[in-house]
Each structure stands twice: as C-alpha cells, then as structure tokens.
C-alpha cells in the first residue's frame, strides 16, 4: 500500500498558492481523512522567485513543468495556469503518462473537454474538474455522483460573480454600468480587459460543463447562446423591480423531449426567489430534477481559497480511489462513455419566454395601438404594461411584459416596431423566467 501521494503543481498563482496554504492549515486533517499525506513534490512556475506568502520546501520551485509530468513520483498532476495552451499540451501530456490530472480550467473544458475527457478514459486515469464552475459549491461532483439517479431538467445559475457584483450595485446603489464596473475593477472583482465575464462568455464555459454533465451529450460551446449584461441600464433595473422582478445573468440548460437547450443572458427573475436575493460575488445554481425536485447550490464562486477548497477536494478523491486500487469509478463524462446521447440543441429563435419589453416612443395618439398592433399579428400577447409621465411630442419610455411568445416572432416583431417613426431608439427586451408575486408567469 501507498504511504503517501505525491502531487505536481503546475502554476503557482493564486489557486496555486491557496492550495499550498490548505495543506499547509490542514494537512494532518486531510491525512486523517484520506489515511496516508498528501505531499507537493514539485511546482512549476515561470516566476520561481516572487514570494507568495506561503512556506514551501527548499528546492520544490521548478521552471520546467515536463520535470513533474515525467517524474515517476508524482501521483496527481495539478494544472492551474488557466488559459488554452499551453495547458492542454501539458494535460495531455500527463494524462498520456498515465498521471490522473486536477484542473480548474473551464475555458479549457469548454472548448476541448471532450478530447481531454476521451484521453483519461483512453488511458485509465482520472480527470477532476470541480474548481472549474462555482469556485468551492460541489456542484459537479453533485451532478456526477448525488443526484445520479435523477433525469435532470433544467439548470440555472448565476456562475460568474463579476457580472452579479456589477448587478448588485446597479440594484442596490443605483449606479450605471460603467461606475459599477469601475467599482468592481477597484476591488479586484473585475479583470482590468472583463470582457469573458461581463459578454457572458465565462458563464458560456461553465455552461458547456454543467450540460455535459447533466444531460449525457456532448455540448459544443459555439451553440451556446450567449448575451452580456453591458446594454442593462438603472432605468430597466427600475422597471423590472416595479414588476417584482430583478435582472442576474443567468446560464440556463434545459432538457425537452431529446433536445435541449443552452443559454447565457440577462434574465428577469421574480425577486422574492432564493436566486434572486444571491448578491454580490457569490454564485447560485438552481438544479431541476425529476425525483429531487428543486435543489439551490450556494456559495463564493471564485477567489483563491473557495477554488483551492475544490481543487483539494478532486485531489483527495483521486487519492483515495489510487489507494484502493478504483481509478475511473466515476466516469469523466458521469455517464458511462458508450452510454452518451448526441442531443439537439434547440435554436436560439425557437425558444419560448415571456418577455421585458422597453420602447422609446413619442408621445402621440395611436402609438400604442400600432406597437400592439404589430406584436399581435407576430402572436405575441400583452400581460401588462407600464406608461411613465406623458411629455406630448417627446418620446417617453413604454414598457410591457408579455405572454410566452417565439424568440423568432418578437425579434421579427422589434424589427417592425423599430422603423416606425413615432418609436425613437430601438427597443430594448430582457427574457423572463419565473412568476412574480404579481403572478406574472415566466417561461
């Protein structure tokens, strides 16, 4: 038997050093945990000299990351240099050496999972992947492992905590965009370029995963529908409170009938729901199953010890099933890799919601009646609507919120609607979910 595991630590960041200061806090926790220590043969980094406040061993820094993949000694390789190359060439290469690899990459899984899932299953190792979504929830060794006798439904979650911290200020303090992504950029919540997290691309990726796992398909990241939350104004966020409604950006998977779909955008959500009231950095994630019902999975989605809490976690899962000799118990996929359906994925203007719909349009008689003119011939119904202070002769905001309609039939709807002369701006529309206290039913 065993009497240690041995790991290579590839990057030396912030993930890196957390996870250095967990084993360091907690090592003879874990040992008592696991039966035997975890011990860091090596890290490898390209700065070897800055100090990261943490106590390592004489001589572990390295600059060659292949010395920890070839080394005979290293049980578990760690890859948390984030970014695609070259840290695929580098998880390949070790999983090729027959190493089980832990990673927190998610623009890397979202983009070539399948490929990287294939090579651990090739050559009977493990992938573990928990750091990649939700920072420290155990959200995907919950869809692998405790909800694996439910069909799962849907998923919605707020899964990057940038965009909610944006949101919550622009909620809670009434600033614009702009100030509140200053905001954020000041406190470390924002990368100085935020485009993957404000366009919605980072929730893109952890969607990719999330689907993966929880619907047994295949998910091509470029069929993810993808929308920001930059175009969101404190007038909107106003609107959807007077509603009952808060605007977060939501990643959604839905399953219906062999197709499924998969979304990342701005989305109104009744306020009085447990989703709606997560603020700030944290992240939710709402999971739908057929005999669980409804689960919320909560908790800081990113930073360095909530990450590193789950990169330990995948470490200590693998070491255990080294020990008792079960590498691959869980498939990488959580389904059985024979077993996987190719699912449709439904097209963006097939979806069904219920819409937020905001126009600029002069105040003059029959105005609304040509708007609900239009979005009645394109079957699209009128709940309710709110009409601001009247300002004959000026354009004043509209707002309604409608009935499930087709994606198709309201963008086509808008496209009319903009080209009247009596409308002064294009018309900005928010898809909803949910119900409201008003009894306003979402898709």
């Known amino acids: 038997m065993k009497d240690r595991i041995n790991i290579g630590i590839i990057g030396f960041g912030t993930v890196g050093t957390g996870v250095v200061r967990i084993l360091n806090q907690n090592s003879s926790l874990i040992e008592r945990r696991l039966g035997i220590p975890v011990r860091i043969k090596g890290i490898a980094d390209i700065d070897t000299k800055r100090d990261r406040g943490v106590k390592i061993e004489e001589g572990i820094l390295t600059d060659n990351p292949l010395s920890l993949i070839g080394s005979p000694e290293v049980d578990i390789v760690v890859e948390l240099i984030g970014g695609i190359e070259p840290a695929k060439t580098l998880i390949l290469a070790a999983l090729g050496k027959g190493k089980s690899v832990v990673t927190a990459n998610k623009a890397l899984l979202a983009l070539h999972g399948e490929e990287i899932y294939s090579a651990s299953e090739t050559n009977s190792v493990e992938i573990g992947f928990e750091g990649a979504v939700g920072g420290g929830i155990?959200?995907?060794?919950?869809?692998?492992?405790?909800?694996?006798?439910?069909?799962?439904?849907?998923?919605?979650?707020?899964?990057?905590?940038?965009?909610?911290?944006?949101?919550?200020?622009?909620?809670?303090?009434?600033?614009?965009?702009?100030?509140?992504?200053?905001?954020?950029q000041s406190k470390g919540y924002a990368e100085t370029d935020p485009t993957l997290d404000i366009e919605g691309i980072d929730s893109a990726h952890k969607l990719v995963i999330l689907a993966t796992l929880a619907f047994g398909t295949p998910v091509n990241f470029n069929n993810i529908y993808t929308e920001g939350i930059s175009k969101i104004t404190p007038l909107d966020i106003d609107f959807a409170r007077e509603f009952g409604y808060k605007i977060k950006l939501l990643a959604i998977a839905k399953l219906?009938?062999?197709?499924?779909?998969?979304?990342?955008?701005?989305?109104?959500?009744?306020?009085?729901?447990?989703?709606?009231?997560?603020?700030?950095?944290?992240?939710?994630?709402?999971?739908?199953?057929?005999?669980?019902?409804?689960?919320?999975?909560?908790?800081?989605?990113?930073?360095?010890?909530?990450?590193?809490?789950?990169?330990?976690?995948?470490?200590?899962?693998?070491?255990?099933?080294?020990?008792?000799?079960?590498?691959?118990?869980?498939?990488?996929?959580?389904?059985?890799?024979?077993?996987?359906?190719?699912?449709?994925?439904?097209?963006?203007?097939?979806?069904?919601?219920?819409?937020?719909?905001?126009?600029?349009?002069?105040?003059?008689?029959?105005?609304?009646?040509?708007?609900?003119?239009?979005?009645?011939?394109?079957?699209?119904?009128?709940?309710?609507?709110?009409?601001?202070?009247?300002?004959?002769?000026?354009?004043?905001?509209?707002?309604?919120?409608?009935?499930?309609?087709?994606?198709?039939?309201?963008?086509?709807?808008?496209?009319k609607i903009d080209l009247l002369p009596v409308v002064d701006s294009k018309t900005v529309f928010i898809r909803v979910e949910g119900e409201s206290r008003y009894g306003n039913k979402g898709g």
């Open 256 to 415: 219906m009938n062999d197709e499924i779909e998969l979304r990342v955008h701005p989305t109104m959500v009744p306020e009085d729901y447990l989703i709606s009231k997560v603020n700030g950095v944290f992240n939710a994630i709402y999971v739908i199953g057929d005999a669980l019902g409804s689960a919320m999975f909560y908790g800081r989605g990113a930073g360095e010890m909530p990450t590193a809490s789950a990169v330990l976690s995948d470490i200590i899962e693998i070491s255990r099933n080294i020990i008792k000799g079960s590498k691959g118990r869980v498939p990488a996929f959580a389904f059985q890799a024979g077993s996987r359906k190719r699912l449709k994925v439904r097209e963006m203007e097939n979806v069904i919601s219920r819409y937020y719909l905001r126009f600029s349009a002069l105040d003059r008689p029959g105005v609304l009646s040509k708007i609900s003119g239009i979005l009645g011939t394109n079957n699209i119904s009128i709940l309710s609507m709110i009409q601001k202070s009247r300002k004959e002769g000026e354009a004043v905001p509209v707002v309604m919120m409608t009935h499930e309609a087709k994606e198709k039939d309201v963008r086509n709807a808008l496209n």
């Open 138 to 184: 155990p959200i995907i060794r919950s869809l692998k492992e405790g909800l694996v006798a439910n069909k799962i439904e849907s998923i919605y979650g707020i899964i990057n905590g940038t965009s909610n911290y944006i949101l919550t200020k622009m909620t809670d303090e009434g600033m614009g965009f702009s100030e509140a992504l200053q905001n954020a």
